[in-house]
């Protein structure tokens, strides 16, 4: 059974970094693409990012390019999430979550998820 979980969340200013983690386990980890997602309070989960298996396909959602930067190391079976220049808005529970054998930014094809860490910017 894959197991998914995350750390690194936290409390932050504007303008402030933080950097999550995601660590693997129970299956093949380089059979899966691995997606974050966050739900802010009173909202629906949305997608932020996705990385492929081998990192030659990597996506963002349009509102976090050029601040959020997905990777992972498949040697340790941990994918994170580099945030900069985080904004009040940016404050939701940020999940990941693993889809075996296809990349989507489409939370359905998602196959496991972690219990989410919380990121929390202030003004």
């Known amino acids: 059974q894959v197991q998914l979980v995350e750390s690194g969340g936290g409390f932050v200013q504007a303008g402030g970094s933080l950097r999550l983690s995601c660590a693997f386990s129970?299956?093949?980890?380089?059979?899966?693409?691995m997606g974050w997602f966050r739900q802010a309070p009173g909202k629906e989960r949305e997608f932020v990012a996705t990385?492929?298996?081998?990192?030659?396909?990597?996506y963002y959602v349009d509102f976090v390019k050029g601040r959020f930067t997905i990777s992972r190391d498949n040697s340790k079976n941990t994918v994170s999430l580099q945030m900069n220049n985080l904004k009040p808005e940016d404050t939701a529970v940020y999940y990941c979550?693993?889809?075996?054998?296809?990349?989507?930014?489409?939370?359905?094809?998602?196959?496991?998820w972690g219990q989410g860490t919380q990121v929390t910017v202030s003004s």
């Open positions: 979550a693993a889809d075996w054998a296809s990349i989507s930014t489409m939370e359905r094809e998602y196959d496991y």
């Open positions: 129970g299956h093949t980890f380089n059979t899966y693409s």
């Open positions: 990385i492929s298996w081998s990192a030659d396909n990597i």
